[in-house]
């Protein structure tokens, strides 16, 4: 438990790191990509998101892929470069700041995605054997269920668990922070999951 509390990054190089990662994933590739691709203002296309999800509503798949792997991995750039430069302490400050900045960058007045890609890109960075164990609860849950949201929930809340016991505190200690983010972020989907109204993966209209 002491280690959890025991971090030797000092200040200056904290700061560092959260800025940078914060820069980084504040790109809002969503909305760039779309633009780039004559496709006007993803912001005015179904959510409102800038994320990978509301890019498949315009209909073009491949403009969303690249919009979901860019969008993880700003998050793993932010993690690595940070951990490159001032250590793995850092490189988890990077990763989570990336994440906040996907969620609220700056240039869009803080409003931005939902942060699951950013949240498994951040994993990538600071513990990529996470990532597996991310994919295999997110399509556990979405085999059973078929809804997309609820697996994502289930994945971001077991990750931390997951980290714990394999011990890693510190990086569990931020998951999971980022887990209670994303819980807010997905407040709808969680209120739909609840009343049944939640789409399912596959379904229409």
Do not use: C
Request: charged fraction near 10%; proline fraction near 3%.
């Amino acid at each position: 438990m002491s280690e959890l509390f025991s971090w030797e990054i000092t200040l200056p190089l904290a700061l560092a790191s959260l800025a940078m990662g914060y820069l980084l994933g504040s790109i809002p590739f969503g909305l760039l990509l779309t633009k780039a691709a004559g496709m006007g203002d993803i912001r005015s296309i179904g959510s409102g998101n800038i994320g990978a999800t509301n890019v498949l509503r315009t209909g073009n798949k491949k403009l969303a892929l690249a919009t979901l792997l860019l969008d993880a991995f700003k998050a793993t750039a932010a993690a690595l470069m940070a951990a490159a430069l001032w250590g793995p302490e850092a490189g988890l400050l990077g990763g989570f700041a990336a994440f906040i900045g996907h969620l609220f960058p700056v240039w869009l007045g803080f409003k931005g995605g939902k942060g699951v890609a950013t949240y498994i890109g951040t994993l990538l960075g600071v513990a990529p054997g996470m990532v597996l164990v991310f994919a295999f609860l997110w399509l556990t849950v979405a085999k059973l269920s078929r809804y997309s949201s609820l697996s994502a929930l289930v994945a971001t809340l077991l990750i931390p668990v997951v980290l714990w016991l394999v011990g890693e505190p510190k990086a569990a200690l931020v998951m999971a922070i980022m887990t209670v983010i994303t819980y807010l972020k997905h407040k709808a989907n969680i209120e739909r999951l609840i009343n049944g109204t939640e789409s399912k993966i596959g379904q229409k209209g």
